[in-house]
Structure formats: structure tokens, C-alpha cells
């Protein structure tokens, strides 16, 4: 098992703050947190705010706020957003995606204590859910490798 939660660790390139920006809906993204916070108000200039602030962190707190309603399809289209954004992060660095793949078939666990649905929170009960969606998209980077190696036989 691999976990992980800060960016600065080993495996810290897993996490949602880690600086690898990306391009994704004609916008580029500086972080994966930027771009998942920012979408849960799409269309509205605080999507905007949140994509331009400085940091992950502000992103998050940006993205936290009800003072503005939520997108009413959010809690059906999260997992899509943050599969989408993971898969722009993973496609647009490829030291990224080596070292995603060479996590073989290790479990991936994000370690967060508080986080019951994207990690594994406190004793380990959580979902899980952005571990699974990295394990989900290292199965799909590796597929592509496999459909590119076969081209031209």
C-alpha cells in the first residue's frame, strides 16, 4: 500500500496540491484542487476567483464557501470532475505518469484524517474515493501504453 497526503513527500505528486498545472475546458489549471473546487460553481465568476487564486490551499477555502450556491448536480458529477482532472494531470506530465505507473499494482490510499469519502479518514473506514481514482487512472494510462505499443505491429 502506498498512501499519501502531502505534497512534499514521496508520493506527494498523488496529491491534489501538487503543482502540476494543466489545461482542461479551454482553462489552464494550476493544480488539480484548483480546477475541482472551481467546478463545483461552474459558469459563475467565482469559478473564475478560484482558478486564479494562488494557492491550492486558497482554492480549497475558495471552494468550501456556501455563501454562493453550489451547482445543483454537484454531488452527481464530482467523481467525473475530479476523474477528468486527474486525467489532464497524469496525460500532461509525463514524469508524472511514469511515476504513477510505476506504482505497479499498489493500493493507493490518500491518508487524509478528516476525509471520509475522498480519503481514508481517521481509522482507515473512508472510501477512498481519489485513491481509486488514481488506481483507476493508472489502469487507463497503462491500457494507452499497451494500445500505442501495438501500433504499427
Known amino acids: 500500500m502506498i498512501s499519501f497526503y502531502v505534497p512534499s513527500d514521496e508520493y506527494g505528486f498523488l496529491c491534489n496540491f501538487s503543482a502540476h498545472g494543466f489545461t482542461l475546458d479551454d482553462c489552464y489549471w ?16 467565482h469559478e473564475e476567483r478560484i482558478r486564479v487564486s494562488r494557492t491550492p490551499k ?12 453550489v451547482r445543483p448536480d454537484w454531488e452527481d458529477v464530482k467523481v467525473d470532475v475530479m476523474r477528468n482532472a486527474l ?6 506530465h509525463s514524469d508524472l505518469r511514469d511515476a504513477l505507473l510505476a506504482t505497479g499494482d499498489e493500493e493507493l490510499v490518500e491518508n487524509a484524517p478528516t476525509d471520509y469519502f475522498w480519503g481514508c479518514g481517521k481509522h482507515g473506514g473512508g472510501q477512498n474515493m481519489l485513491g481509486k481514482l488514481l488506481m483507476e487512472t493508472r489502469q487507463l494510462l497503462r491500457a494507452g501504453e499497451r494500445d500505442s505499443s501495438s501500433v504499427g505491429g
Open 30 to 45: 494550476p493544480t488539480v484542487e484548483h480546477y475541482f473546487q472551481a467546478q463545483k460553481f461552474a459558469g459563475s465568476d
Open 58 to 69: 486558497e482554492a480549497k477555502n475558495l471552494g468550501q464557501t456556501r455563501k454562493l450556491p
Open 87 to 92: 486525467t489532464a494531470k497524469f496525460t500532461t
